[in-house]
């Protein structure tokens, strides 16, 4: 009898075990059909809005863009009562910024300015000549195009006189770069110069006039004096920039060539086109 009685409960025990994972896979059933069941539920909820949305066009630069932007500025620059032969741009920071001061050079170019001077104390621009001149060609592509590029081309100097650098296109601007050695120390060369030939009874002091000194130091009578000189930095002056050549030239300090943008040129240039040059009268 008692092996009767343990036989039946190990059989009940067995299938209270059966019971027990019948219910647990029952569950798990139950579980995975009611996700389903709120997965497709949503899924026939928000199928109709997201259809009810246009699909996003992917952004991209309108084909007459450039040429959009090349028109506008040069309409700005007809826009204006008076617009600067020379201008120059001095910067008055430690570290410049290339395809900062090409942007300038550019959009200098697309208003329709015909001579650009880039001045830095340090002689950075001097010694890095080449670097400029490669991205004032690199962002003159990218900002005015094939087309825009050949209508405004571009001539290079090295130095304060005409002579020309080896990388030259035809010329309808040109880009000067300078350093304090087109200054003072030019000053001081020109000095020499005079007393040499004083020395050398070649001339007579009676001969030396501001108008010979004038001359020595104008090699190049095509290039204006600036009209206008944007100073980029801190710093309140002008830092050896052609001294001779700015007695009439209207100074602009900006905070910083460093992210400048076109309208912060415009602004300035609106500035110079607004005020009252009595010309030493």
Known sequence: MVLVYEFVWRVLHVLLHIHRTLITLFRIRLRNWNGQLWSRALATLLVPIALSFPKQKKLVPAPGKRVGRRYRWGADGKSLEKLPDHIGLLIAEEEPRYTDIANLVVWCMAVGISYISVYDNHGVFRRNNSR?????????????????SKQHSVEFLNNGTDKQ??????????????SPDDGKLRIVQAAQQLCSAVEQMEKTSKDINVTVLDSLLRESKSTPDPDLVLKFGPIESTLGFLPWHIRLTEFISLPSHVDVSYEDLFSALQHYASCEQRLGK
């Open 132 to 148: 400029l001149m490669e991205e004032i060609l690199k962002q003159q592509q990218e900002l005015l195009g094939l087309e825009g």
């Open 165 to 178: 650098d080896n990388q030259v296109l035809s010329c309808q601007a040109v880009v000067k770069v300078l």
